[in-house]
């Protein structure tokens, strides 16, 4: 049975791709059954019928997926943020990153918005590029009309699925637009040529560019910590993981524990004390949430 991948969902058919084609395939009644959909992302096995006209037989096990945009087996996300207007904000960017590294969704974290910066201004966002550059991430300053940006951008992308994300007005599709002219992707462009109006943020679609995949939707732009549980969180902290072995206790949550490996790094300073804030923070919106039914 052949194998391929769905690459774009629309109007209830699923486009797999296979052999430099795009099959239209329609889901297997089972899956309505079981509660299952089909992904973007998703590698399927699909049957054939007649021309080019395709059956989804098996979902194959993915390795994440994310609710909004509904897509399966992302490597990496965009992650963009101005500097300014809105400000730069660390729990903002805190917030997206535990979310993507509890996918195991790896970030590529793209500052915007560099032109308006002052010079305090830009000491301290380069202290904090350096600091989250310790913690692991990868960091990129990105100027609008910078002729380098396919550059910078452009190799990170090859043999990776990735999706955009980022807070609100930072103008996600403007930029990708911007340093991927070749991709000439979006929502506007979509929407007029179908006619579809609002209805285009439905469809979804994985597009062939810089030899990866890119998902032509912003992707998520708010979220809670819905599905994860309080003992996940500072798993979500890669500079806790390196450390939290030597805490006294397993399965220590660094909050009122005694000779916790995290808060002595925070009295150190080999953890920044607003990164461990935010993991506090968080724990109690974990804690607070109402339980889900
Ligand atoms: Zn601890």
């Known amino acids: ?6 690459r774009k969902a629309l109007s209830g058919f699923y486009y797999v791709y296979d052999n430099d084609q795009l099959i239209q395939c329609r ?19 699909y049957t054939v019928e007649g021309q080019n006209d395709g059956t989804i037989t098996v979902i194959h096990e993915r390795k994440n997926n994310l609710v909004r945009p509904p897509i399966a087996n992302i490597d990496q996300a965009i992650l963009v943020f101005s500097i300014k207007e809105p400000d730069f904000n660390t729990i ?10 509890s996918f195991q969704i790896e970030p590529i974290i793209c500052l915007t918005k560099s032109d308006l910066m002052d010079e305090p201004l830009e000491q301290k966002i380069q202290q904090y590029i350096k600091e989250y550059e310790q913690i692991g991430y990868t960091l990129l300053m990105t100027f ?10 452009a190799p990170l992308l090859k ?14 599709s403007t930029l990708l637009n911007t340093i991927l ?28 560019v810089c030899e990866g995949l890119l998902a032509d939707t912003p992707g998520f732009s708010s979220f809670e910590f819905d599905l994860m549980e309080k003992e996940e969180l500072s798993s979500c902290f890669p500079e806790f993981v390196e450390i939290q072995d030597e805490c006294k206790y397993r399965g220590c949550m ?11 790094g925070v009295e150190s300073g080999k953890i ?22």
Do not use: W
Not at 27 to 45: A, H, I, K, Q, Y
Not at 92 to 101: S, Y
Not at 144 to 153: E, S, T, V
């Open 1 to 6: 049975m052949p194998t391929g991948q769905i």
């Open 27 to 45: 889901g297997r009644g089972v899956f309505r059954n079981r509660g299952e959909s089909p992904l973007v992302g998703d590698f399927v096995d």
């Open 92 to 101: 903002l960017l805190d917030r997206f990153l535990v979310v993507l590294e």
């Open 144 to 153: 609008k009309d910078d002729a380098d940006i396919d550059d910078k951008i």
């Open 159 to 172: 043999g990776k699925t990735t999706v955009l994300a980022g807070q609100s007005g930072v103008g996600k």
């Open 181 to 208: 002219p070749s991709l000439n992707l979006k929502t506007g462009i979509i929407s007029e040529a179908l006619g579809r109006g609002k209805h285009t943020t439905r469809h979804v679609e994985l597009i062939a």
């Open 254 to 264: 660094h909050v009122k524990e005694p000779k916790c490996a995290v808060k002595d």
């Open 272 to 293: 920044k004390a607003y990164r461990y804030k935010h993991y506090i923070q968080f724990l109690d919106e974990i804690i607070d949430r109402k339980p889900r039914y």
